[in-house]
Structures are given as structure tokens and as C-alpha cells.
């Protein structure tokens, strides 16, 4: 399934993230750009409100690798700027 961009959406994020507890989470700026595209887990404890603006948006999806898609579409970059090291998405526990 494809990323969701949440923006101006704060119960929409909190749903979703509710819906997806083993899901992935891109915390950018309200306008994406390539230096703050930072990769977290759903259940990472750093989100604090608001969520989806006006500073910031919020990408989720159950896959790293359809966020990468939308890195690329939004920001026209291959990796994420930042990787959190409190939740480390990339690895599995
Ligand atoms: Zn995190």
C-alpha cells in the first residue's frame, strides 16, 4: 500500500498509527524537504503534538521501503536524512 501524507490531520495520524503499530513513520517538514526526511517506528516516543502542522507533516506506511518512494517523489532523494536512534527502525525489535 502506498505512503499516507498526513498534514493539517492530526486524528488521521493518530488513527492510522493505531491501525499500524508495526508501521513506519517519515517526521518532515510541512513542506518535505531532502534535509529533514527523519525514519521512525509508529511506536517511537519522540512525536509531540501537533503532529501534522503547522511545522510538520508526518508520511506513514507498513513499508520502509514505500516511504523510500515517496523520499524520492517529494524530495528527489534515495535514503533518508536522518534514521532515529531511539526507535531504530531499521532493525526488527
Ligand atoms: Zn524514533
Redesign the pocket.
Known amino acids: 500500500m502506498p505512503a499516507i501524507w498526513f498534514k493539517d490531520n492530526e486524528n488521521g495520524f493518530i488513527d492510522w498509527c493505531k491501525a499500524h503499530e508495526q508501521g513506519f513513520v517519515i517526521n518532515a517538514r510541512y513542506k518535505p524537504g531532502r534535509k529533514y526526511l527523519f525514519l521512525?517506528?509508529v511506536s517511537?516516543r519522540?512525536f509531540k503534538r501537533p503532529f501534522t502542522g503547522p511545522s510538520y507533516s508526518k508520511f506513514c506506511s507498513d513499508s520502509i521501503d514505500e516511504l523510500l518512494v515517496e523520499a524520492r517523489r517529494e524530495a528527489g532523494v534515495r535514503a533518508f536524512s536522518h534514521i532515529?536512534k531511539?526507535?531504530t527502525p531499521l532493525t526488527t525489535e
Open positions: 521512525h517506528k517511537c519522540t532515529c531511539i526507535c
